[in-house]
């Protein structure tokens, strides 16, 4: 059974870089697309980026395009999530999830679509 650990959260200041990972037990992540989650308090789960089982990735939205990006160790079961020019409103839990099932290739935005979750790293953006 497949189960994710992310690792990496931290306190950094607005402007900094922090990477996130993930990494995979029980399975080969390689054949699963992976999605990053955001949680901030008192808001709903959101997507941040993904990268799909072929290495496609995407960055959602205003949230994270061109300061977010993932990537795949595959060597190492792991994957990445690279964040630049933090900001106090990226303070949140982050979750990896594996997106599970006959479309486990592709890359979505709905946590709905998305099957095994880690239990998350916490990030705080403050001066």
């Known amino acids: 059974q497949l189960q994710l650990v992310e690792s990496g959260g931290d306190l950094v200041q607005p402007g900094g870089s922090l990477t996130l990972s993930c990494t995979a037990s029980g399975s080969i992540l390689n054949d699963y697309s992976i999605g990053w989650f955001r949680q901030a308090p008192g808001r709903e789960r959101e997507a941040v980026s993904c990268?799909?089982?072929?290495?496609?990735?995407?960055d959602y939205k205003d949230r994270a395009r061109g300061r977010f990006t993932s990537s795949r160790e595959n060597a190492k079961n792991t994957v990445y999530l690279h964040m630049n020019n933090l900001k106090p409103e990226d303070t949140g839990i982050y979750y990896c999830?594996?997106?599970?099932?006959?479309?486990?290739?592709?890359?979505?935005?709905?946590?709905?679509?998305?099957?095994?979750w880690g239990q998350g790293t916490q990030v705080t953006v403050s001066s």
């Open positions: 990268i799909t089982s072929s290495g496609v990735k995407y």
């Open positions: 999830t594996a997106r599970t099932g006959v479309l486990k290739h592709l890359c979505s935005e709905q946590k709905a679509n998305f099957g095994a």
